[in-house]
Each structure stands twice: as C-alpha cells, then as structure tokens.
C-alpha cells in the first residue's frame, strides 16, 4: 500500500515547461485517452499517448520519454489520497471511475 507524502513534491504540482493551461489540458488528454482505452480493454504503448495529447509541444526523440514520464507520474499521484494519509487507488476503484467517466461521456 502506497503512502502519500506528506508534503507534496514539487514535480507533482508543477507543469512540464512553461504552459501551465496547457500543461493541465495534457493531463486530461491523458486521462481521458486512458480511460478510453480500459473501457475499450485495448492494450496501448504508453507511447501511444503522445498521438492523443496534443495540447503540449512535444520533445524531440528519446527526450519525449521523460516528458511522457513527468505526465504519467503527475496523473498516478493525482489519485493517491489523504484520509488516514493511505492511498485509496486501487484497479477496482480506478475501474469503477473510468467506467462512470465512459457512461457520463456517452
């Protein structure tokens, strides 16, 4: 069971370069694109993403990785919670949200 930091660390809260609004579109690209992809139970590359987000500028090369990194580590930190100071994220509950993301954007 993961425990989340008491003090948040800076890269969880901070955009990657300088667009924060875009920054925080590109975090729901990602969600949603993943989201998509569970209900859908099509495997996918996380490479894959890098065609679906397109709000932010992407790095050239190899350097997109970590790019894509920063991204998928801001939208697994957003679901580690405080009560008891546990993470609540489990497949079962991130399931339950991707299947009530799909049925409320239908």
């Not at 490479?47 to 050239?60: K, N």
């Not at 079962?92 to 954007?105: C, D, M, Q």
Request: hydrophobic fraction near 35%; charged fraction near 25%; charge should be neutral.
């Amino acid at each position: 069971m993961a425990i989340r930091p008491r003090m948040t660390p800076k890269w969880a809260t901070s955009s990657y370069g300088n667009d924060d609004l875009a920054w925080e579109e590109a975090k729901r690209d990602c969600r949603d694109a993943l989201h998509e992809w569970c209900v859908r139970q099509e495997p996918h590359a996380y490479v894959d993403l890098i065609a679906r987000v397109r709000t932010i500028p992407w790095q050239p090369g190899d350097h997109s990785s970590g790019q894509l990194g920063y991204l998928l580590g801001q939208e697994r930190y957003s679901k580690l919670v405080y009560p008891g100071n546990l993470c609540t994220y489990c497949l079962a509950a991130h399931l339950r949200e991707i299947s009530r993301h799909a049925a409320s954007s239908h």
